[in-house]
Every structure is written in structure tokens, then in C-alpha cells.
């Protein structure tokens, strides 16, 4: 299988790798069947993410798309945060592997449901959020 260069990097060299004490949003997404499970951490003030951690237990694709969808999504307005798609994080590591795709579902599902977390806290409503998938077993190929 091969990986690009970026994906190594954010493998060997993880960015934002922990979590976020008192987060405004808090989003668990995986299965154990596969093994990939993502918790993505965000802290928000005045509708703009100004940090992103994330803690993933799973392949290394599975920790570069955790790394590189919390690098996009820092700085970013909730609005801008939902366009963080699982494409985008897959162009921006220089693409995956077919079989590694569902890494990068794996992390726009977490990002999603940390968005999920923050409105449901604050009781607000996102424009074009969407409720977070319960199983996402149909992302795992074993």
C-alpha cells in the first residue's frame, strides 16, 4: 500500500495530537469491529474554532486524517468548519489509498459530531449540520 509524503508526516509527526480540557464540543465517532475510533476536541469562542485536539486509536491513515482535519478546521468560522469534508482532508493529505478512504469519513464524521456537541451544549441550531451517524460500520473493510 502506498501512502504519499504527507500522510507519513502526519503519521509519523501528529499535529494537535491530545485533548482540550472544558471542550465546546466533544465528538466520538468509530467501531471497534475495524479498530479506527476518533474523539476530535474543539474549542470555540464567538463562533470561530480557535483549537482542534483530537485522540485516535486505529491505523495510521486513521491518525493523518484525525492530524490533518484538526489542522483545517483551526481558525476556521463553524460555517467554514462544515465544509471540512472528508474529500478535503483526503486532497489536502495528497489522497489515501482506496482502502483508507474511510479514514477520512472517519474524520469528518468526528468533526461533525463535535459540532453536534457544541450546539446541542448551547442550544443552538448550524445551518447545514447534520445529526452525527450512530454506527459507521459500513466505513470499516475487513
Not at 486505529?58 to 483551526?74: D, F, N, Q, R, Y
Not at 483508507?100 to 451544549?121: M, R
Not at 441550531?125 to 459500513?138: Q, W
Request: negative net charge.
Amino acid at each position: 500500500m502506498e501512502y504519499s509524503e504527507k500522510v507519513m508526516d502526519h503519521f509519523m509527526n501528529p499535529r494537535n495530537m491530545g485533548t482540550i480540557e472544558n471542550a465546546s464540543g466533544v465528538g466520538r465517532v468509530g467501531n471497534a469491529k475495524c479498530g479506527d475510533i476518533m474523539q476530535v476536541y474543539l474549542k470555540i469562542e464567538d463562533e470561530k474554532i480557535v483549537d482542534a485536539k483530537f485522540k485516535t486509536f486505529g491505523c495510521g491513515a486513521a491518525i493523518a486524517t484525525s492530524s490533518m482535519a484538526t489542522e483545517l478546521v483551526k481558525g476556521k468560522t463553524i460555517q467554514e468548519a462544515l465544509q471540512v469534508t472528508n474529500k478535503a482532508v483526503m486532497e489536502a493529505l495528497d489522497g489515501l489509498p482506496p482502502v483508507k478512504v474511510h479514514c477520512s469519513l472517519l474524520a469528518e464524521e468526528a468533526l461533525n459530531a463535535a459540532l453536534w456537541d457544541y450546539a446541542k451544549k448551547n442550544n443552538i441550531v448550524i445551518n447545514g449540520l447534520k445529526e452525527p451517524v450512530k454506527d459507521i460500520e459500513e466505513h470499516c473493510h475487513i
